[in-house]
């Protein structure tokens, strides 16, 4: 019943953006705000989320977290998952679909781990992002009924302003250093990268570079080429809801905003995170 649930609903789940936002904390210091939607919804009227705090004694490891929660009520049972959430230490990790996700097979003598309960796991053990690789590699990711269906990636974050993404595929683990600080759904995270160089003509500038071809004409068209009106600088950014046109987005549209204006502290950094979103 859980796949075919998970089948009739996994449109209303691909919907994840991830983007970081830095700005000035301190002498000379950068931290990061994390801005991302996840688009679970009230799936068949079956699902309740909230925010809880979990400590450490009931979490049953180093660090409690807070998070917010996915409650699926299924008959007979309740599946609670934090699809997001940052611990004590100020480590975070945030689940994203990603439907072409193939984890680990089992292997003897190593601990397995279900891919939905990859934050619990880091948020109560680890407190950087080293330690939550050093996690990762002494046990084994694994499928689940619920993860045949909504399979995910993940970004994690540290206090120190680390930043990787950890994909499962072909089931093999691949970590990838996160430097452009974006991340969506499908395809996985290198093809994402690539994609960007197909938007390179983008500007944060008034197009001007044709300048020195224009002649002037007559019926009163004036001199052509020659821009008219505003946006064409942004000519070609794509402007759909899929996970690779999210992705372009929250890249050039970021890095424009921040080129126009730095960020002065977290309330700039919220309001720029919010506008993306």
């Known amino acids: 019943m859980m796949r075919s649930l998970g089948l009739a609903l996994l449109p209303l789940a691909w919907g994840c953006s991830y983007v970081e936002i830095p700005f000035p904390t301190g002498k000379n210091g950068t931290s990061y705000m994390i801005a991302r939607t996840m688009e ?13 705090v979990v400590p450490a004694h ?9 998070a917010p929660m996915s409650t699926l009520h299924l008959p007979g049972i309740q ?6 959430g940052m611990n004590d230490a100020g480590l975070t990790v945030s689940a994203l679909v990603l439907s072409e996700s193939v984890y680990e097979e089992r292997q003897e003598g190593m601990p397995a781990v279900k891919a939905e309960d990859v934050i619990p796991e880091l948020l109560t053990h680890c407190d950087s992002v080293a330690s939550a690789l ?5 046990v084994r990711v694994v499928l689940s009924p619920l993860t045949m269906v909504l399979s995910a990636h993940w970004a994690i974050t540290d206090a120190s302003g680390q930043s990787v993404v950890v ?8 970590v ?8 969506t759904n499908d395809p996985n995270l290198q093809w994402h990268w690539r994609n960007l160089n197909t938007y390179s003509n983008l500007s944060p500038y008034y197009p001007n570079q044709n300048s020195f071809l224009e002649v002037e004409t007559d019926h009163d068209v004036g001199r ?8 064409w600088n942004l000519h070609g950014l794509p402007g759909d809801t899929s996970a690779v046109s999210r992705f372009v987005r929250l890249f050039y549209l970021r890095g424009y905003a921040l080129h126009a204006s730095s960020m002065k502290d977290e309330s700039d950094a919220i309001v720029l995170g919010t506008a993306l979103l």
Request: hydrophobic content about 30%; glycine content about 14%; charged content about 20%.
């Open 40 to 52: 679970l919804g009230n799936l068949a009227g079956r699902t309740s989320h909230n925010v809880e």
């Open 58 to 66: 009931i979490a049953g490891g180093k660090h409690g977290y807070v």
């Open 79 to 84: 599946i609670k998952i934090p699809c997001e």
């Open 134 to 138: 050093d996690f990762l590699a002494s």
């Open 167 to 174: 994909e499962y595929l072909q089931g093999q683990r691949k």
């Open 176 to 183: 990838s250093q996160n430097t452009p600080r974006v991340l």
């Open 224 to 231: 052509v080429p020659r821009p008219v009106g505003h946006g």
